[in-house]
């Protein structure tokens, strides 16, 4: 990609500690955009003690740095800052979620139905590989899927997915304030701006999560109802 082209789809990588895995995932990346030159691949790393953004520089990604301890949510500010294409796209550095979805994560932007899309691991069609997800984290997504219903008259299936896309011109970067569940806040500003919202069913394979389930439905909960009230999630 030449410096001074523009790419169509920036693709963001908030990672931390990810040296195992960066790698091969900026190379999937590479190989499965079909038009790389149109693709600019961001990695912010958080802080991580490892040799994640020396790999990722080395593997052709443009790598940006937020102090550890600042959370998701800064991660994700920070992509959003620097990118420079007209849809963006956020994906784990783990490889929890497969790059091959990408493609049809910007699908529907590039063409015009859509301003979000999702990629669900509940929705049919989906595959969610054994142990992904534990049971506690089926049924908050359940709840906060029917909370999401009666609030919004919207079906979303996946509240808390960690894999979506984004027209620019819907998201200011400074609106990414949440540090623990960005992803979430920003599918709920979706839902209160009565964005185009799509979802696509997606294969998920993550680690076990560290996050604590009620706790994290409760800030789901709490999200939820403040969005609805106008409040900014």
Do not use: C
Request: net charge positive; hydrophobic share 45%; glycine share 10%.
């Amino acid at each position: 990609m030449g410096n001074q082209a523009r790419p169509s789809i920036s693709i963001i990588i908030p990672t931390l500690d990810e040296e195992l895995s960066i790698g091969f995932l900026i190379k999937q990346i590479q190989q499965v955009m079909k038009e790389p030159e149109d693709t600019e691949i961001i990695v912010v790393d958080g802080g991580s003690i490892d040799r994640t953004a020396e790999i990722a520089r080395n593997f052709g990604a443009k790598v940006e740095v937020v102090p550890r301890g600042h959370g998701l949510g800064s991660a994700m500010r920070l992509g959003a800052e620097s990118a420079r294409g007209s849809i963006l796209v956020f994906i784990g550095g783990d490889l929890a979620y497969n790059p091959f979805e990408i493609p049809g994560l910007a699908e529907p932007i590039l063409a015009g139905s859509a301003d979000l899309v999702l990629g669900s691991r509940f929705m049919k069609g989906s595959v969610t590989h054994a142990g992904a997800v534990a049971v506690t984290g089926r049924l908050a997504a359940t709840f906060l899927s029917y909370l999401a219903l009666i609030l919004f008259r919207r079906k979303i299936t996946d509240l808390t997915t960690s894999l979506l896309a984004i027209r620019r011109e819907a998201l200011t970067s400074t609106e990414i304030i949440e540090q623990q569940q960005p992803f979430t806040q920003l599918i709920l500003l979706g839902l209160q701006r009565r964005l185009r919202i799509r979802e696509i069913p997606v294969t998920y394979g993550a680690r076990p999560s560290k996050a604590r389930p009620v706790h994290k439905l409760w800030q789901s909960f709490l999200s939820l109802f403040k969005a609805r009230l106008g409040v900014a999630p």
